[in-house]
């Protein structure tokens, strides 16, 4: 289609020729879709006044294009987000890039890959995950490695270890008895020759410090959390971040499938007065 979908509960798109159709809600914005098809281009609000927000129209989205095999959002997709919540912006972007960046690439494992890995997503594949660098890696070599590991996390936590314009490797990982620790910011070493020695092949721990959204950690040092939080169980550490996910570290190169590359794009805010700009599709 081509039109272009503006979701926001009470402004207007901007006058310039193109042919907005306008949603006040999820419920109006998911009507639309179903009537005219997907949107060549969409501006979101986060913050709705109805109750609900922005994302779940952006998981029916994506929820929709994997029902189609990637045939309802089209290859020329493109997005802005005007919203003024932070936390809200960086919830989208993630959601969309993520997704997109993969289904870019068309990624999926080798049939009969890692079949007995315990790093999943919640349908039970092979989570597809990130290295960031400054150059593509072919191959994974034990000699490179600082640590006695291999880090991944989903493309987020990756790009926040990456400079404009490095690399993001993707692939997938064969950990069959990961160990979960407490992320301290670094340091792993120690912790990854503990966990060899009693025969653990991988490290699983909820990323506290990579892919957290800017907004969230303003809103918590407002608060005084920040220094609360390193002493915190992960349990209740999600309960203040929610957007926190788990990383993962891998011990040997053979545990490595190296799927394709990402480039990290230079990433800005959009302001309302410029919610066309953007265009996020990753290419390769």
Known sequence: ???????????????DGRPWVVARSVAEAIDTCLAQGAPAHISFDHDL???????????????SDMDANGAFLSARFTYAIHSGNPVGVGNIDGLLRGYLGGRELDL???????????????????LLVAHGGRWPIVAFDRSE????????????QARMRT?????????????????????????WRSKIAAA?????????????????????????????????LDTMPDARFKQYVPEARDSYIAFAPEQIIVAGYLPVLPRRVITFDEPTRRNSRPTA
Request: charged share 25%.
């Open 1 to 15: 289609m081509t039109y272009r979908l503006f979701l926001d509960d009470k402004r207007d798109p901007p006058n």
């Open 49 to 63: 006044g109805d109750g609900v927000d922005a994302p779940p129209f952006v998981h029916w989205l994506i929820e």
């Open 108 to 126: 999926a494992p080798p049939a009969g890959a890692f079949v007995t890995s315990r790093v999943r997503d919640s349908l039970g594949n092979l």
């Open 145 to 156: 490695s600082v640590d006695g590991g291999f880090h991944f996390g989903d493309q987020e």
């Open 163 to 187: 400079s404009p314009n490095g690399t993001l490797t993707l692939g997938w990982l064969d950990i069959r008895k990961p160990r979960r620790s407490k992320d301290a910011g670094g340091q």
């Open 196 to 228: 060899k020695a009693g025969g653990y092949d991988g490290i699983v721990y909820l990323n506290r410090y990579e892919g957290i959204p800017g907004g969230r950690i303003e809103a918590l040092a407002k608060a005084g959390m920040l220094e609360k």
